[in-house]
């Protein structure tokens, strides 16, 4: 079955920086496009970026220069470099693949709060 694991959040002052790792089984993760995504509370799910199988990446304006989406498909994970951090980044983040659901309990999500 689908398992999604998301680790790496925290709190940090505005500028700081985090790297959120999702480690992912029970599907092929070479084949698929994973994304990021946050929501902050009474907010919808917002898709933060994406990087498809071939390597291509999508980044929503307001992380665009301060996030870097990577994966590692020997340890099936993507990973989410977050510099630059603002307060408005605050949210728990999850992370899924292109047919699931995103935001919706895959994973636990990690928390991020920056002050």
């Known amino acids: 079955h689908v398992q999604l694991v998301e680790s790496g959040g925290g709190s940090v002052q505005a500028g700081g920086s985090l790297r959120l790792s999702c480690t992912a089984s029970g599907f092929t993760f070479d084949d698929s496009d994973m994304g990021w995504y946050r929501q902050a509370p009474g907010n919808e799910c917002e898709l933060v970026s994406t990087?498809?199988?071939?390597?291509?990446?999508y980044y929503t304006d307001s992380v665009k220069g301060r996030f870097t989406i990577s994966q590692d498909n020997a340890k099936n994970t993507v990973y989410l470099q977050m510099n630059s951090l603002k307060p408005e980044d605050t949210a728990v983040y999850y992370c899924?693949?292109?047919?699931?659901?995103?935001?919706?309990?895959w994973g636990q999500g990690t928390q991020v709060t920056v002050s």
């Open positions: 990087i498809s199988s071939d390597g291509s990446t």
């Open positions: 899924a693949a292109d047919f699931l659901s995103p935001c919706a309990g």
